[in-house]
């Protein structure tokens, strides 16, 4: 066992853990934060993502131990009202269905947008991409990220 200072959705806490503990399971079972899903547990599906330091990541195969010191929002963190513009989208654009996909799509959209505040329909599908949505709502994904980048349907 290690002891790990983070940050979490603003929160600064210490993470009593093996290092090698993937942040999914530190977040949910530790902090109680189940937002972010267990898909595959292999860095295939999406569902796990994460941002640590701005960045998208897959908290199923990223150790704590990289979280030292640095800054972790998940779903949770992105809106405490569900206000951010783009799980409004989401709902405005009837995306969600099953559930498995929606907040590691919405996190690595929110990656997305905030390096490309208009991003193209290629940009979007290279940045989700990697995710699978067992409903099948890509279009719909696609539209609700294009809404939330533009302020207004599209």
Same mark, same amino acid.
């Given at each position: ?33 189940t ?16 941002? =640590?330091? &701005?960045?998208?990541? !897959? ?8 979280? #030292?010191?640095?800054?972790?929002? +998940?779903?949770?963190?992105l809106?405490a009202?569900?206000g ?14 099953c559930?498995?996909?929606?907040s590691?799509m919405?996190?690595?959209a ?17 940045? =989700?991409? &990697?995710?699978?949505? !067992? ?7 696609r539209? #609700?990220?294009r809404?939330?980048? +533009?302020?207004g349907?599209?």
């Amino acid at each position: 066992m290690a002891s790990f200072t983070l940050t979490v959705n603003g929160k600064q806490v210490t993470a009593e853990a093996d290092p090698a503990t993937p942040i999914l399971w530190f977040l949910r079972d530790t902090l109680g934060l189940t937002g972010t899903k267990f898909g595959c547990g292999a860095s295939l599906c999406g569902a796990c993502t994460i941002h =640590l330091d &701005g960045q998208a990541i !897959r908290s199923c195969v990223t150790p704590i131990s990289e979280a #030292a010191g640095k800054t972790i929002t +998940t779903i949770e963190g992105l809106s405490a009202d569900r206000g951010h513009p783009l799980q409004k989208a989401w709902i405005a654009e009837d995306v969600p269905q099953c559930g498995y996909c929606q907040s590691g799509m919405i996190m690595t959209a929110a990656a997305l947008i905030a390096v490309k505040p208009k991003p193209t329909d290629d940009d979007i599908d290279a940045a =989700l991409g &990697g995710h699978i949505c !067992r409903c099948g709502t890509y279009q719909r994904i696609r539209r #609700a990220v294009r809404r939330a980048a +533009t302020g207004g349907p599209r």
